[in-house]
Structures are given as C-alpha cells and as structure tokens.
C-alpha cells in the first residue's frame, strides 16, 4: 500500500469514528508497521489533516474540518442552485450552470442542460481549465481587488464572454454571483454551440443570467 493509500485509509477510519484510535489500531488498519504509520501520521498532524492527544491517540485536525464546512457550503450552493439554472436553461435554450474556484482549476458545481439534442454537455463535477472559457474569466476577475489587462475589464462590465476558449465549438457567458458583502460566491454561465451562442446573443444572454443571479441571491439571503 502506497503512503497515499494508507493515509486515505487511515483518515477514512477516523473520520467514521466517534472517538479518536490509538497507533497500534491505525497501524493494523493499513497493515503498516508502527514506525511507518507513525510517520505518516506524524505527516498528517503537521499538515493539519490530523491531531494528536496528550494521550498520544489520533483524531481528525482542523484542516479536515474547514474541508468538510466548505463541502457542505458547496452543496447547499448547488442544491439552491439548480432550479435557477433550469428556469435560465428554459429561457435561454442553452446549458446553465454554477462553476466555482478548486484551486487552479475550476469546478462545475451544478448543471443544467439544455433542452436542444445538440448542446454543450458537461456533467457536474468536472474540472476545467480556470484560464479557459467565460466562468473561469469571471471567477480571476472578481476574486482580486486589482484585476489587470482583460480581466479588468470583465470586472467592469460585470461579464464575461467566450467564444472557443475552452472548446473550438462552443461559446459561453458568465456573471459573477456575490453574496451581500460583495465576496464571490461563483460564476453562473450559459453555454452553448458555437453556431448558437453567437455575439449578437451576448446582450440578452446576460440579461437572462443578470435576472437569474439575483434571484438566486435573493433566496440564499446573502
């Protein structure tokens, strides 16, 4: 077993108990010995994936717990997302969906597609590109005070559109939903073939969307 294998593992075990599991048992649980699964435990604790007692037992740190927040924030997003994303995958014909940041990439957290046979079809939970498409551009532009070049420019604008930037074939455009602070929550977007999406659409596409992402604020209450 690989040292990232035993340390999903052993981080699955703790997470699923109520109390925290001394050295001997987290090592009989990976089939390491102690002086391995000590280190690597060791690791987990500097990482703030785990804590350890003054008892010496191990138990979930506080980085697992920040990670866990931001899942369940993530999924009470999603949740009160999607019927906004039907409602504005009706009106506009196209495919609608949340995107927020995950690091350097960006992750598709809902989506709705479009009623059309032919349509931009991506599944939720896939990571994209951040600097590729119109969500990525909306997501750089308005997590920085100081945006620079085209970037600033969105920011201005308040949208974003693409045309080719992740896929040859299709185009999108994207908002920005920010809670009442004005911190970005995400990028709601509207995507379509490229033979759709067209410039001539973009106006009305970010009405649609500008009406969409203030409902959606409205009903998070943020």
């Known amino acids: 077993m690989t040292s990232i294998a035993a340390a999903c593992v ?97 992750l598709l957290l809902a989506r709705v597609h479009s009623p059309e046979s032919v349509r931009d079809h991506l599944e939720e939970g896939v990571r994209l590109p951040l600097t590729r498409g119109a969500a990525g551009e909306v997501l750089l532009a308005f997590e920085s005070d100081r945006p620079r070049g085209h970037l600033a420019e969105v920011r201005a604008r308040g949208w974003a559109a693409s045309f080719g930037a992740r896929d040859p074939n299709v185009a999108a455009v994207a908002v920005p939903l920010l809670d009442r602070g004005g911190r970005l929550l995400g990028a709601l977007s509207v995507s379509g073939p490229i033979t759709r999406v067209t410039p001539d659409r973009v106006r009305s596409i970010v009405a649609a969307l500008d009406a969409s992402r203030d409902r959606l604020a409205r009903d998070l209450g943020r």
């Open 10 to 106: 052993l981080l699955d075990m703790l997470a699923a108990r109520r109390e925290p599991a001394r050295l001997t048992e987290l090592a009989l649980a990976t089939g390491r010995a102690k002086s391995s699964t000590l280190r690597l435990l060791t690791s987990l604790v500097h990482g703030g994936l785990l804590t350890r007692g003054p008892d010496g037992r191990f138990s979930p740190g506080p980085l697992v717990t920040r990670l866990a927040t931001l899942r369940h924030s993530w999924d009470e997003l999603a949740r009160a997302a999607r019927p906004e994303l039907a409602r504005l995958a009706r009106r506009t014909r196209e495919s609608a969906g949340l995107s927020v940041r995950d690091g350097d990439a960006r």
